[in-house]
């Protein structure tokens, strides 16, 4: 995903002379052609990430549409003030590529685990939240971020997952997408948590419940139309996200729900709970000890459907 996501920046970058890259000591893989092509466009500062989101900053003042790239936890954690006051009170058109969104970075333990980014990004005025499910989706996100009014966050996952997203089903910021549609359950999903969803609604029509799967790529501004409509069609609600429970996607709509007086259905959220996850291993390993997989997706939405 980080691949596409990089490529698709040279390619804006051809189209429009407003676009630059920053980044943040970070490998050149996938940059090669960017920086050879527009040397006055590429900037590699070093380990100072704050400083490059002031950078940016005074990038976008003068006119340029600066996209950056670092790892997500730097962006969210250690720049949170910066992305606040420099970007986002001035609502600056900067694009934060966050790598290794969630557990993608599992090996280096809970320093480089950005597992409540979406919160962090979703809680500041004036920024855009996207968590895209695979690297085709994300193609389409970066070709509309040229032109998106304001600060935009997108988390990167790993890459090299399964692609489920198509043309056919189109793609708009702030928009959510059915990836597929029934009566019993709903499942709201985002980023790579899509393809969990899918899988475990695979399994719920083994067992006769059919399931809608809404994935949310765009975590602010929260699609709640569509939330509320097939809510209202289903006999339970489950969030799945590679997040904590706190102020991610469970959260945001859970809000949608009782802001609309919908509090009566069945609802649950699976996430990581509010601790650090200090265990090392590989990205599966992590989500399948908290329980982010399909099996337990469907346990949950099966038990929650027929209580």
């Not at 002031?54 to 954690?77: E, Q, V």
């Amino acid at each position: 995903m980080r691949k596409a996501c990089l490529l698709a920046v040279h390619e804006l970058a051809k189209r429009d002379p407003r676009v630059v890259f920053v980044g943040s000591d970070i490998t050149k893989q996938n940059l090669e052609k960017f920086a050879a092509e527009f040397p006055e466009r590429y900037f590699m500062e070093g380990i100072y990430e704050q400083h490059i989101i002031g950078m940016c900053a005074g990038l976008a003042m003068s006119g340029k549409i600066p996209y950056l790239n670092t790892i997500a936890t730097f962006i969210t954690r250690r720049c949170y003030e910066q992305v606040l006051i420099d970007l986002c009170l001035h609502e600056l058109p900067v694009r934060l590529l966050g790598s290794g969104g969630g557990t993608v970075y599992a090996p280096l333990g809970p320093t480089h685990l950005a597992n409540e980014d979406l919160a962090i990004m979703r809680a500041i005025p004036n920024m855009t939240v996207v968590a895209p499910c695979d690297a085709d989706e994300m193609k389409r996100l970066m070709n509309q971020s040229l032109d998106w009014h304001g600060p935009l966050y997108i988390r990167i996952a790993k890459g090299g997952d399964k692609v489920v997203s198509s043309d056919a089903r189109g793609f708009k910021i702030g928009e959510a997408i059915p990836m597929r549609e029934g009566q019993d359950v709903l499942l709201v999903s985002t980023g790579i948590t899509t393809q969990v969803a899918l899988d475990a609604a695979d399994l719920l029509a083994k067992d006769g419940l059919s399931a809608t799967v809404l994935h949310i790529h765009t975590l602010k501004p929260l699609d709640t139309a569509r939330v509320l409509h097939y809510a209202a069609q289903a006999r339970a609600v489950l969030t799945i996200e590679e997040h904590t429970l706190v102020g991610g996607l469970g959260s945001a709509v859970a809000e949608t729900l009782m802001d609309a007086g919908r509090g009566g259905v069945p609802f649950a959220r699976l996430g990581f709970p509010d601790v650090f996850t200090e265990e090392l291993g590989s990205q599966a390993e992590i989500m399948g000890k908290y329980g982010l997989t399909s099996a337990n997706l469907a346990l949950k939405a099966k038990q929650l459907a027929t209580a």
